[in-house]
C-alpha cells in the first residue's frame, strides 16, 4: 500500500504487536492474543490472509469462522522478491498447519501465484472459481483470491484487488444491495445488485490527500497532520463547494493556498478544507461519472475514523450512510469463499 | 517554481548561460549577447526583470523597448534569505546601472519588497498604480510589479502574481479580449475584456502531471519522459474523454494503471495519455468553473512545447487557439508598465 490518507496511522514499524487499523480500510486490523474463553479448547481450522503490498496479515479461525488469534508482519509483497512460503511460515510458524486463503496483491502478478481477474458482473460463486490452489513445499494447502476486472464502454478499464474480499463478506451477511464504499489510498466504489457486484470504480483518493498535503507545494499551506479533520467546518465547507456547489476538483485546489494568502486561514484548517476537497471530490466524481445514483443505500466499510469521514461529508450533503467494519468483512468473506470451495465445512454440517 | 509539467526542459544548473524555455511560461528565455547591429550602439534604458522562486531573469533593454542583453542565474527567491540587492548586482553588474523593473514572486511577502495584491478586475493602470518603487542601497530605481488577487462568491479567493504581467503584454499588443491561458506548473486562466482581466483561475495541471508521474503509485505504469506527447493518439483520447466524454479527473486517472494491467498499454503511450488527462481536466474543470465560455478567443500565452500541446488538447475538441510567445510578453508587459510609471519614455515620444 502506498501512504494513507490517514497518515497519522500508519505502521511504519516492521512487525507490530497491536498494528493501529489502517485507513485502506482492506486491512484487517488483528490484535494477537484474543482467543475468547468458549474458543480456548477449538483447533485452529483455517488461516485468513490479507497479504497487500506492504503487510502481511493473518488470522486464525475455527471451523465455525470464529477469530481464535491474529497476527501480521511487514513482509509485504512489495518488500519480497521470491520467498513467500517462508515469509508465511515465519509468522504464522506457531499456529497448527492447517490450510490458509489468500487475497490481495498476493495473487497480482507480482505475488506468490497469479491469481487472474475475474469479470465484472461477478458474484461470490464466480469469485470462488476463480480462486487457484496450491500446496506449499511444506504440504499446506493454500488458496488464493482472484480479484476482479471491469470494461467498460464509457471509459478505459478498473481492476480490483483485495477489497472484493469484503464486498464477499458484506454479501454474505445479506441485504447488501446498493453502494459500497471503500475509501483508502484507491478508494473503490461498487455496486451490488442481486448479489453480485454489477460494477466498480476505483478513485486515488487517499493517495492525492498524501500527494497534495506533502509532496506539492501546498504543503506550506496545510498543517503536517490534524486529530479529527472531518469535525473541522471548513472540511463540510469543502465537501458542500465540491458536491453540491458543483466547483471541479481541479477548479478548487488552488484555492488552499489561496485561502492561507488572502484570507489567514490556519493549517490545521486548511489541512481540513484540503481533505473535505479530496473526499468531496472524490463524491462529486463518483455522481458525474454514474458510480451511484441518489437514493441507492450506501454502505461505507473500513476503518472508523475514515469511514466516519465519509460519514460526515454524506451528513453535510444530506445523505445518510451505514458504516460496516472492514476487519470483519476480510474475515467475513474468506470464510464465505473458503466454504464455496470446502476449506472450511459449510454452516449447516458444522458442529 | 515548483517543477514543470515539461519536465525535460527544466534548468538543473545555478546559471546556464543559454537556459531553455521554461515550462511555466512565465519565465524569459533570454540568450545573452543577442545584441543586434541596429543597437549595438544604443545605450540600455531599462533593465526588466522576471524574478521567481527559482530564478531570476533579466534582460536589458534600449529605450524603445527592444532587447539588448538577456541574463539569469539561480538565485530564484526561494533560494534566498535577505541579499536581494547582491543577488541582483551580481547578475547585471556587467551592464549600465539603469532602473529596473520586476515582475514576480520578488513582489510577494518573501521577496525583496512586498507589492500587495491589487483587486479584480484589474487594468494595466491599476497594475501600474499598484507599482511599488524605491532605491537600492546602490542607489538604483527598482520597481516592482504587484500581483491581482480575485474574490468571487463562488469559491475562494485565487491570485497571480508574475503572470500578470504576459497579460499586460498581450492588452498592449492589441484585441486581446477573450480567454488568455499561461499553461504551466499552475495555469492560469484569465477573462480578457475591454482591455481589463475582469477575472481568473489557477489549476494544479503541472504540479499534478508531476505527482502523478513521478510520485504516486502511476510512476511504475508510466514511462519517465517523452518526446512530444501531444502527438500521441493516447493524449488526445484522453482529452477527449475527460472534455468530451465529461470523465471527471479523480475518476479517469486509475485507468492510467488499468490500461497497463489489462491492456498492455506502454509506459510511453501512458504517459500521453497521463498528459491528455491533467490537461483536458483542466479544459473541463475550466469549463465547468465558468472560465470560459464557448465562442471567445482562445491565446495560449508560454513557452513552444507546452503551447502545442494545449493547442493540440483544443484542436482534438474542435477549438481553434492562437499561440503567443510567453517571453516576448514578459518584456512588452514590462515595458508597457514601465512606460506608464515614466522609467521608460512613451513611444510617442521616442527619438
Redesign the interface.
Known sequence: M?PSLDARRRVEDKAARRPPTTATGVGMSFRRGIMTRSRASSPGALIAVDWGTTRLRAALLAADGGVLDETESGDGIGTLSGGHEAAFERLVGDWPKVPAIMAGMIGSRQGWREAP?VSCPATPAALAGGIIRFDTGAGRPVAIVPGI?L?SP??????IRGEETQIVGLIDRGGADGIVILPGT?SKWATIAGGAITGF?????G??FE??SR???LRHSVAVDGRDLSAVPDFTRAVR?TVE???????????V???Q???GVSREDNLAYLSGLVIG??I???R??G?YKDGAPIRIVGAKSLARAYHKAFAAIGRSTEQVDGTEMVVAGLVHLARVIGLLPTEGTRS
Open positions: 502506498l481477474y476486472m470494461r464509457d471509459r478505459d478499464g478498473d481492476v484507491h470504480h476505483t478513485f486515488l483518493t493517495e492525492m500527494l497534495l509532496h506539492s507545494f463547494r456547489g458543483g466547483l471541479p476538483f481541479l477548479a478548487a485546489i488552488f484555492s493556498r489561496a485561502r494568502l488572502l484570507d471530490g472524490e462529486a466524481a463518483a458525474d461519472a458510480a
